[in-house]
């Protein structure tokens, strides 16, 4: 077989056998088939798209182009949560230590942040002492005695998959449902869980704008995983306006920890607890009614936040600003917007308040970006509210003031206003598998 044969192949819309996927992916990766004939093939893809035993396929030589994850040695009990990129998301933050307290081994990889989405390990190294990079040994190890272990990526992860992304990107064949899932699950699939919960973001600071087309890539990612072995179901959640109140990783943290302690309730609490509910109702085989009743209890009785304290303890961090979350650095500079308008939030563009915080230091532009943990912004109001002129609508967080004129005007941009209440948002769309 020639790549050449291949791309004709697929170009007239014909299905690849596993072994041609194989040798497609091996020889990119290796580089034997240059950039500009795979740049063709997923162009193809684009247009003719896969079946579903070809993304597997796909996902499957992905995932074994590199190094992958053994978590066999904890039988079912393994899982992994995945978001698809939102504002103000620090639901792995709770739903890890929720899951973990109720018998679960969450040894899971998360990323950093870039653009207006924040990373996981960002948030976590806010927290003095906290280790994102472990070896192999120590992750395992960790896993083990606590059941939770959360680390920045490591090793040589499905290769194939960065190098495609970064041809995706420069050739506009992104946003191809195939792509994206396989893109997405063979990183989830070389990470080693039994159990997969994933968090698909809609809206307007998602990837996803529409619920459509969150609805066909969770329907893809949980048909790509069952296919792949693993038990994986997913959420279609709101991300039309940030989640919860704090955009900025230590702002985030604290925010996570107040959930963890029962102070802070609302729409982060309500995602977090759907999405850790899942999980528990895998691992015990019970509905998810009964796994919500164990998560919510989980938080109430204090045994999720004291699950926090140790894992954050077992990677070195120092469990004293779970206790005492005044302990955090401040940023130098408070910032009060204040509204122009009266009447009701009608809107709020995620996305534009993701850049906001960005502005201020809490984010990357680029990969070698150095943050400000300590920067972000807090809302006051969100949609739905009804302001006065006057009142203040967020609270912004530096460490630069040159940093603040352009980040309200980003901020203010991404308001609109109306003189009646918009309808109440749905938090939790739909649930997928």
């Not at 044969?5 to 819309?13: A, Y």
């Not at 070896?135 to 939770?148: A, R, V």
């Not at 912004?396 to 948002?425: C, G, H, K």
């Amino acid at each position: 077989m020639t790549i050449y044969d291949l791309i004709t192949k697929k170009k007239h819309g014909e299905e690849l056998s596993c072994d041609e996927i194989k040798y497609l992916v091996k020889g990119f990766t290796d580089g034997s088939i240059p950039d500009y004939q795979m740049s063709a093939f997923c162009m193809a893809v684009y247009f003719c798209g896969m079946t579903d035993r070809e993304t597997s396929d796909l996902t499957m030589a992905m995932a074994e182009s590199g190094d992958t994850v053994d978590l066999s040695a904890f039988g079912e009990l393994s899982c992994d949560k995945h978001s698809s990129g939102g504002v103000g998301d620090k639901t792995t933050l709770i739903v890890a230590p929720i899951v973990a307290s109720l018998g679960g081994i969450v040894a899971k990889m998360s990323g950093r942040g870039l653009g207006h989405t924040g990373g996981t390990v960002d948030k976590l190294e806010s927290i003095p002492g906290y280790k994102t990079e472990l070896t192999p040994d120590e992750f395992m190890s960790i896993s083990k005695k606590c059941g939770l272990c959360v680390c920045g990526q490591s090793g040589n992860l499905a290769p194939a998959d960065k190098k495609l992304y970064a041809l995706r990107d420069v050739t506009a064949t992104v946003d191809s449902i195939p792509l994206i899932v396989s893109s997405i699950m063979s990183k989830k699939i070389a990470a080693g869980s039994k159990n997969i919960m994933l968090d698909v973001k809609c809206g307007s600071g998602a990837f996803m704008k529409t619920v459509e087309d969150a609805k066909l890539l969770a329907e893809g990612m949980v048909t790509i995983g069952k296919m792949c072995g693993r038990n994986t179901k997913a959420l279609i959640t709101n991300m039309d306006v940030p989640l919860g109140f704090a955009v900025g990783n230590s702002l985030e943290v604290i925010e996570a920890i107040d959930v963890l302690k029962g102070k802070t309730k609302g729409d982060i609490r309500e995602v977090s607890v759907s999405l850790a509910s899942g999980l528990v109702a895998s691992l015990k085989g019970i509905d998810a009614d009964q796994a919500k009743l164990l998560c919510e209890k989980a938080i109430d009785d204090g045994t999720a936040f004291m699950k926090f304290k140790e894992w954050i303890s077992c990677q070195g961090g120092n469990a004293e600003y779970a206790d005492n979350t005044d302990l955090f650095p401040k940023a130098k500079i408070e910032y009060q917007i204040k509204s122009t308008h009266e009447g009701y939030i009608s809107h709020m563009d995620a996305e534009k308040i993701g850049l906001s915080s960005c502005e201020l230091g809490a984010g990357r532009k680029t990969k070698t970006d150095i943050i400000d943990l300590s920067a972000g912004l807090v809302l006051s109001k969100k949609t739905g509210d009804f302001v006065k002129s006057g009142d203040v609508i967020a609270t912004l967080y530096t460490n630069d003031e040159s940093r603040i004129s352009r980040a309200e005007e980003v901020f203010v941009s991404a308001l609109e206003f109306s003189e009646e209440m918009p309808e109440e948002m749905t938090l939790v769309i739909d649930n997928v598998g």
